[in-house]
T-cell receptor, first 113, second 113 residues
Framework: KNQVEQSPQSLIILEGKNCTLQ??????????LRWYKQDTGRGPVSLTI?????NTKSNGRYTATLDADTKQSSLHITASQLSDSASYIC????????????FGQGTTLQVKP | NAGVMQNPRHLVRRRGQEARLRCSPM?????VYWYRQLPEEGLKFMVY????????ESGMPKERFSAEFPKEGPSILRIQQVVRGDSAAYFC???????????FGSGTRLTVV
């Protein structure tokens, strides 16, 4: 069964600190792996997209890594801000003619002042 | 460009009533995807449509749920005879090409009482 598992389920950090979120997937093969940010009451917004041949991708203070051999990805947030408080979702795209995405359950990050 | 517009944002229905959720894709996007997010769970794929065609409905419950994307007007997700278990957030995404450039709407939160 294609699955995407994320850890930790939730995380609290102080403003200015760094953090790393983990994603393990069993989806195989896959087209690409994405990290989304979902604010409360909003739809997911894309942060990074990586194909299986890419090891790292950055978007400002967000850096995603991918190890296709171990089927693991991480999202590193540098110098966290209060506005980073949100749910971060790891998403794997299945190669098909339908564009179906498989979502992890997300990591809820709370940044405190 | 107003992005992907979903309405209503919140919908309350009594058991047995019908729920109609609307999604207007971004301008120039002809691919629409519906996802459901149950409480404390990740988004789950429901259906993928192009104009006037259902491409993949493998995630749709076999009864009471239907979707359409007419030539003119928004995509509609219709749930007949709603039950409490239908309470969830329903997200629509659109893209200009298959499986690429997803943009999500802010979702419709359905509550069945």
């Amino acid at each position: 069964k294609n699955q995407v598992e994320q850890s930790p389920q939730s995380l609290i950090i102080l403003e200015g600190k760094n953090c790393t979120l983990q994603c393990n997937y069993t989806v195989s093969p896959f087209s690409n792996l994405r990290w989304y940010k979902q604010d409360t009451g909003r739809g997911p917004v894309s942060l990074t997209i990586m194909t299986f041949s890419e090891n790292t991708k950055s978007n400002g203070r967000y850096t995603a890594t991918l190890d296709a051999d171990t089927k693991q990805s991480s999202l590193h947030i540098t110098a966290s801000q209060l506005s980073d408080s949100a749910s971060y979702i790891c998403v794997v795209s299945v190669p098909s003619n339908t564009g179906k995405l498989i979502f992890g359950q997300g990591t809820t990050l709370q940044v405190k002042p | 460009n107003a992005g992907v517009m979903q309405n209503p944002r919140h919908l309350v229905r009594r058991r047995g009533q019908e729920a109609r959720l609307r999604c207007s894709p971004m301008k120039g996007h002809s691919h629409v995807y519906w996802y459901r997010q149950l409480p404390e769970e990740g988004l789950k794929f429901m259906v993928y449509l192009q104009k006037e065609n259902i491409i993949d409905e493998s995630g749709m419950p076999k009864e009471r749920f239907s979707a359409e994307f007419p030539k003119e007007g928004p995509s509609i997700l219709r749930i007949q005879q709603v039950v409490r278990g239908d309470s969830a957030a329903y997200f629509c995404a659109s893209s200009p090409r298959q499986a690429d450039g997803y943009t999500f709407g802010s979702g419709t939160r359905l509550t069945v009482v």
